[in-house]
């Protein structure tokens, strides 16, 4: 279903000066000193409504965390959930992933996470798909040596995708892969979920995990 646009949503978001990043390239190379210090810096990129990232950013002080989305609507949620928490070590970005070279330069990202992103099922579309090898290079020249990505998925179809375009690239190593995450039921206590995870385990659908080695 589309979201209806609203017009205060954005205003709402850049009123966070502390939390939103109205002007992300300005920052390009320099994240580190926006956050104030060189702790390492971790990326989801399609952040959606925020539970994933903001509990990570709780969890982990010393970390920091860029969260990107697409949907205001969306991301005005997150937002609130990391002013509800006064996390002091995430910083979201209004913005699409095709720009993310823009405002990230080469080794200043050390994870990438990719959370039940758009599958884009019809053939044609599959570049549009963020794990296609087009965006796989973009990925590569953000991440530091031995940097990884995160996918996880409720989408057979794209996993398999995924599976073959990190085995083909020749600068990944693919390892922890599961077919069914939480078949083991201790690592629901080991990984966080996200809002569409949560509903997804209720309907005791598998969801699908790789974890992606730039060597």
Same mark, same amino acid.
């Given at each position: 279903m589309?979201?209806r646009?609203k017009?205060?949503?954005?205003d709402?978001?850049?009123q966070y000066?502390?939390?939103?990043v109205?002007?992300p390239r300005?920052w390009?190379g320099k994240w ?5 210090n060189s702790h390492?810096i971790h990326?989801?990129f399609?952040?959606?409504?925020g539970r994933?990232?903001?509990?990570l950013a709780?969890?982990?002080p ?7 989305e ?13 002013v509800?928490?006064? !996390?002091k070590? &995430?910083?979201?970005i #209004?913005?699409?992933?095709n720009?993310? +070279? %823009?405002?990230l330069?080469?080794? *200043?990202i @050390?994870?990438?996470?990719l959370n039940?992103v758009d599958p884009w099922p019809?053939?044609?579309h599959a570049?549009r798909?963020l794990t ?5 290079n973009m ?7 031995n940097?990884?990505i995160?996918?996880k998925?409720?989408?057979?179809i794209l996993?398999?995708?995924s599976?073959?375009e990190?085995s083909n690239?020749?600068?990944y190593? !693919?390892?922890? &892969?599961?077919?069914? #995450?939480?078949r083991?039921?201790e690592? +629901? %206590?080991?990984?966080?979920?996200? *809002?569409? @995870?949560m509903?997804?385990?209720e309907?005791g659908?598998?969801i ?5 080695t730039?060597i």
């Amino acid at each position: 279903m589309r979201l209806r646009r609203k017009p205060w949503v954005k205003d709402e978001i850049f009123q966070y000066t502390s939390y939103s990043v109205k002007e992300p390239r300005e920052w390009k190379g320099k994240w580190n000193e926006l956050f104030g210090n060189s702790h390492p810096i971790h990326a989801e990129f399609g952040t959606g409504r925020g539970r994933f990232i903001t509990i990570l950013a709780e969890q982990n002080p010393h970390i920091n965390y860029i969260a990107l989305e697409q949907k205001q609507e969306v991301l005005v949620q997150a937002v609130r959930k990391a002013v509800a928490l006064e !996390l002091k070590n &995430i910083r979201f970005i #209004l913005g699409n992933v095709n720009s993310l +070279l %823009e405002f990230l330069s080469p080794n *200043e990202i @050390e994870r990438i996470y990719l959370n039940f992103v758009d599958p884009w099922p019809k053939k044609r579309h599959a570049k549009r798909r963020l794990t296609h090898h087009n965006y796989l290079n973009m990925y590569q020249q953000i991440l530091q040596k031995n940097g990884s990505i995160h996918l996880k998925t409720d989408n057979e179809i794209l996993f398999e995708f995924s599976l073959n375009e990190f085995s083909n690239h020749p600068s990944y190593q !693919l390892h922890d &892969i599961s077919l069914n #995450l939480y078949r083991n039921e201790e690592n +629901l %206590e080991k990984y966080v979920q996200t *809002e569409y @995870e949560m509903k997804f385990i209720e309907q005791g659908k598998p969801i699908y995990r790789l974890e992606a080695t730039l060597i």
